[in-house]
Each structure stands twice: as C-alpha cells, then as structure tokens.
T-cell receptor, first 111, second 112 residues
C-alpha cells in the first residue's frame, strides 16, 4: 500500500480557502486517492475521491497532478465547523477493501 | 446520519471481562468493517466481513473475534479485556462495488 505523508496540523481563519497537500510517491496504477473528514468522537466521513486531474463536489475539490505522486484537497471558504481531522488515503483501487488511515491533518479554523 | 447503527454507545467494564459490540450496516450494504481508534494508535482496521464471510483481517488481536449474521448485522466480541483495549470502536459498511465507506457513530469502550 502506498504510504501517505500530510502535515500534522494547519490553522486557518473563517472565510479562507484551505489547501491540504498529501504526498504519495509510491502510488500504484490502479490506486484511487480518497479523503475523509473526522470530527471528535465521530466516525470518519467521506469527502471526495479522485484518480487524476481535478474532481469537484459540493464541499471540496481534489487536485491531482499528472504524475499522481501528490494530491491537494481544497476547502473553499472554511467555517468554524470545518475544524476536524482530514485523512488522505491511497490504495483503494479495489472496491471493498479496508481503509488504511495515517495520522491525518488536524485543521483548526478560528474566527 | 450515515445509516450505520452501533450499540451500545458507551460501555464501561473491568479487566478480564468480555463484551459484545453490535453493528447494523446500511440497508443493502454487504460489507462490514470494524476499526479501533485509540489515542496512541489512531484508526486501525480490525476485520472485514462480506455477506457473512470473513474477507480481510487487519490488526485484530486473538482475544477479539467477529461475525456477520444472515441479516448482515455484525458483532465484535472482545474478551479478556485489558486496560489498553479502551478505545472507540467503529463499524463501517459499503456497497459491493463501492469505494466509499459509511461509518457508524462508534462505541466507546472503557476498561477499568
């Protein structure tokens, strides 16, 4: 499984755009990149998934360069409620496989 | 609300005891996963079941076991409990060919 590296923590203010970058140098050809969000004492929640280029949904965008060795989760105009831990996962190319979580990035949003 | 339910929400017990955690997946989901989250280890995959059969094993101790029943609900049994087993236990489910996993609210286990 590809190992991922992401910042341990990030700070932001309400209304700003936040970009969290994840490094995954050993990503395999059939691996997808997936991001989950977790609030304290709650289960992780799926945010977005992509394979290459750019994916956008109602809450975030995911940018993946051509070499796919990194990816960037972009959260537009964050609010206090976006304070959470964000996990970057790689290696779910086969549907129905277990998720391997790293340490994640703790995002703190203040007013 | 993810649609995955877990009971009980909280469980307090003593060392050496045995407990059972229960999970009901989302309607139609055949896969059930169990994860343990402790402060020092983070989120760890324990075991996966698919339509009643064990599919994959992660860092699950021999003192722990699980099963998935014909109605697709799953139970995680933890025995000979130790202080270090205190953690949040999450159950997740997914559709057969889906990448996204839906997590339940978790069961907080405290071993005294």
């Amino acid at each position: 499984l590809a190992k991922t590296t992401q910042p341990i923590s990030m700070d932001s203010y309400e209304g700003q755009e936040v970009n969290i970058t994840c490094s995954h140098n050993n990503i395999a050809t059939n691996d997808y990149i997936t991001w989950y969000q977790q609030f304290p004492s709650q289960g992780p929640r799926f945010i977005i998934q992509g394979y290459k280029t750019k994916v956008t949904n109602e809450v975030a965008s995911l940018f993946i360069p051509a070499d796919r060795k990194s990816s960037t989760l972009s959260l537009p105009r964050v609010s206090l409620s976006d304070t959470a831990v964000y996990y970057c996962l790689v290696g779910v190319g086969q549907a129905g496989t277990a998720l391997i979580f790293g340490k994640g990035t703790t995002l703190s949003v203040s007013s | 609300d993810s649609g995955v339910t877990q009971t009980p929400k909280h469980l307090i017990t003593a060392t050496g005891q045995r407990v059972t955690l229960r999970c009901s997946p989302r309607s139609g989901d055949l896969s059930v996963y169990w994860y343990q989250q402790s402060l020092d280890q983070g989120l760890q995959f324990l075991i996966q079941y698919y339509n009643g059969e064990e599919r994959a094993k992660g860092n699950i101790l021999e003192r722990f076991s699980a099963q998935q029943f014909p109605d697709l609900h799953s139970e995680l049994n933890l025995s000979s409990l130790e202080l270090g087993d205190s953690a949040l236990y999450f159950c997740a489910s997914s559709v057969p060919l889906g990448h996204e996993q839906f997590f339940g609210p978790g069961t907080r286990l405290t071993v005294l």
